[in-house]
């Protein structure tokens, strides 16, 4: 299983920034994809949920309104579309794939928030 996460960067507040995740190593298609981030000196958190067909999403209440996660099935990539960005989003956001109990994670990719 390989998760690998791009697109984190530097923007301003209220900038946006899109993230995707390649997967390989798994069929894809039949799992629930997630994003989690974990900013310094606090635990994990989930952020978004896509299901395998892409139909149902969910989101911390933080993030609802200004996140969207999709998933491409054809391309094996899930994205977290991230709009209104605030400084308290600044964090390392990670993808997760999520088999028989066992947690699989990218390397992170560091979003920052600030002006």
């Known amino acids: 299983v390989q998760l690998v996460e791009s697109g984190g960067g530097l923007v301003q507040p209220g900038g946006s920034l899109r993230l995707s995740c390649a997967a390989s190593?798994?069929?894809?298609?039949?799992?629930?994809m997630r994003w989690y981030r974990q900013a310094p000196g606090k635990e994990r958190e989930l952020v978004a949920t896509v299901s395998s067909t892409g139909d149902s999403t969910q989101y911390t209440e933080s993030v609802k309104g200004r996140f969207t996660i999709s998933r491409d099935n054809a391309k094996n990539t899930v994205t977290l579309q991230m709009n209104s960005l605030k400084p308290e989003d600044a964090a390392v956001y990670y993808c997760?794939?999520?088999?028989?109990?066992?947690?699989?994670w990218g390397q992170g990719t560091q979003v920052t928030v600030s002006s």
């Open positions: 190593g798994f069929i894809f298609s039949n799992y629930a």
């Open positions: 997760n794939y999520r088999w028989n109990w066992i947690d699989y």
